[in-house]
């Protein structure tokens, strides 16, 4: 079992929900998926550590043909990130924690994300652990890889204009480079 | 609106299927001894970005004022941040997984075998349940894309390093014999 690859780290929580709070939480991620409320979901962008994550909210479990409903509602939550479970915790609750909130409130036994400790209980205790986790690039973390993929795009720009250069005004063009590029490296 | 499944080329797979109960201990060794990283099946399924599988015993009890909630089986969880689009991407998980597909999938309710791809391709589906909201850092890099960059951004690295004081003369050349496509 393992919830980590390299500096990749795997988080895997599903909650139930208080009676009725699916359609809320339906409505609240419908509205989140529009494109007038993207800065909503930018605001991730600030905890620069998610590579990739999801909610899904599950009414009914998948069964063959048909599907199995239980008791209550499920929320689902996934996330891919660099660094360390504890930091990953405490960055959710100090960056964006009127966000969780409005989330996670609904769920049964959610003690809100601030003061931390018992929030990384309550984690803790609606968390699954993988058995198995991938990751294709595991020795990169979100910031290096945007930043790649910035120094990819100054290098192919600098490449395509270089032929046209001679070499005086390409060694401007590469130093004019390095500089734009120099907190990507 | 678009597939709330997807962000930019980017999808999230999620994948949850009842397991033969009475297999559960035997798909928990199998899954916890695969091998990591080239090692691991998923290495065999090129455009996928982060995957995992999670055998859910049980949903969780909170207490308090919840009631007591239970599948009538396990879970087999597997969920996948790939590249494009999902049927490509499933025939591509077939095929890259192969045995190792048989073999876990395999403890889950009526899973047909990856040798017929449109009985493969339609249990996923069946089992699959739909992002509310997904969010993705980067989700217009390919796996591709995202290795190819942190690999120019090692040989600028080292090509900076190289060349630094150095005069213009030759410099360009080395460049583009550098990073020629």
Same mark, same amino acid.
């Given at each position: 079992?393992?919830? @980590?690859?390299?500096?990749? +780290?795997?988080? +895997?929580?599903?909650?139930?929900?208080?009676?009725?709070?699916?359609?809320?939480?339906?409505?609240?991620?419908?509205?989140?998926? !529009?494109?007038?409320?993207?800065?909503?979901?930018?605001?991730? !962008?600030?905890?620069?550590?998610?590579?990739?994550?999801?909610?899904?909210?599950?009414?009914?479990?998948?069964?063959?043909?048909?599907?199995?409903?239980?008791?209550?509602?499920?929320?689902?939550?996934?996330?891919?990130?660099?660094?360390?479970?504890?930091?990953?915790?405490?960055?959710?609750?100090?960056?964006?924690?009127?966000?969780?909130?409005?989330?996670?409130?609904?769920?049964?036994?959610?003690?809100?994300? !601030?003061?931390?400790?018992?929030?990384?209980?309550?984690?803790?205790?609606?968390?699954? @652990?993988?058995?198995?986790?991938?990751?294709?690039?595991?020795?990169?973390?979100?910031? !290096?890889?945007?930043?790649?993929?910035?120094?990819?795009?100054?290098?192919?720009?600098?490449?395509?204009?270089?032929?046209?250069?001679?070499?005086?005004?390409?060694?401007?063009?590469? @130093?004019?480079?390095? +500089?734009?590029?120099?907190?990507?490296? | 609106? /678009?597939?709330?499944?997807?962000? /930019?080329?980017?999808?999230?797979?999620?994948?949850?299927?009842?397991?033969?109960?009475?297999?559960?201990?035997?798909?928990?060794?199998?899954?916890?001894?695969?091998?990591?990283?080239?090692?691991?099946?998923?290495?065999?399924? /090129?455009?996928?970005?982060?995957?995992?599988?999670?055998?859910?015993?049980? *949903?969780?009890?909170?207490?308090?004022?919840?009631?007591?909630?239970?599948?009538?089986?396990?879970?087999?969880?597997?969920?996948?941040?790939? #590249?494009?689009?999902? #049927?490509?991407?499933?025939?591509?998980?077939?095929?890259?997984?192969?045995?190792?597909?048989?073999?876990?999938?395999?403890?889950?309710?009526?899973?047909?075998?990856?040798? #017929?791809?449109?009985?493969?391709?339609?249990?996923?589906?069946?089992?699959?349940?739909?992002?509310?909201?997904?969010?993705?850092?980067?989700?217009?890099?390919?796996?591709?894309?995202?290795?190819?960059?942190?690999?120019?951004?090692?040989?600028?690295?080292?090509?900076?390093?190289?060349?630094?004081?150095?005069?213009?003369?030759?410099?360009?050349?080395?460049?583009?014999?550098?990073?020629? *496509?």
């Amino acid at each position: 079992m393992s919830n @980590v690859e390299g500096k990749a +780290t795997a988080i +895997t929580v599903m909650s139930p929900v208080w009676p009725g709070a699916r359609y809320y939480l339906s409505a609240l991620f419908a509205i989140a998926r !529009q494109p007038w409320a993207k800065p909503a979901l930018e605001k991730l !962008q600030t905890l620069s550590f998610i590579h990739y994550a999801r909610w899904t909210v599950i009414p009914k479990f998948p069964d063959g043909d048909k599907a199995e409903s239980l008791r209550y509602t499920y929320l689902f939550f996934e996330s891919n990130f660099n660094g360390t479970w504890d930091e990953y915790i405490d960055a959710f609750s100090e960056v964006v924690p009127v966000r969780m909130w409005s989330i996670w409130f609904s769920s049964f036994g959610f003690p809100g994300p !601030q003061p931390v400790e018992p929030f990384k209980r309550y984690i803790r205790k609606n968390e699954y @652990v993988a058995n198995h986790y991938w990751s294709a690039y595991p020795g990169a973390s979100t910031t !290096q890889v945007i930043s790649a993929g910035r120094v990819a795009e100054a290098v192919a720009e600098l490449r395509e204009r270089a032929e046209g250069l001679d070499e005086k005004a390409f060694e401007e063009a590469y @130093v004019e480079m390095l +500089t734009k590029i120099q907190n990507d490296l | 609106m /678009g597939d709330s499944n997807v962000s /930019g080329q980017a999808y999230s797979l999620t994948v949850m299927a009842p397991i033969v109960s009475e297999k559960v201990s035997h798909l928990v060794n199998y899954l916890d001894d695969l091998g990591s990283g080239d090692q691991s099946p998923l290495a065999r399924v /090129g455009s996928t970005h982060f995957a995992r599988w999670v055998v859910m015993d049980a *949903p969780v009890f909170e207490g308090g004022h919840q009631r007591r909630d239970g599948w009538s089986a396990p879970r087999l969880l597997f969920t996948s941040n790939f #590249d494009g689009a999902l #049927d490509p991407y499933l025939e591509s998980l077939r095929v890259g997984l192969g045995e190792d597909a048989n073999t876990i999938w395999g403890h889950c309710k009526d899973f047909p075998g990856v040798a #017929d791809a449109g009985a493969f391709a339609a249990w996923i589906k069946r089992n699959q349940i739909d992002s509310s909201l997904f969010y993705a850092a980067y989700g217009e890099m390919t796996v591709e894309d995202v290795l190819s960059n942190l690999e120019t951004r090692r040989r600028l690295t080292e090509f900076a390093a190289a060349n630094q004081g150095g005069s213009a003369a030759g410099l360009r050349d080395a460049f583009l014999r550098e990073f020629s *496509p």
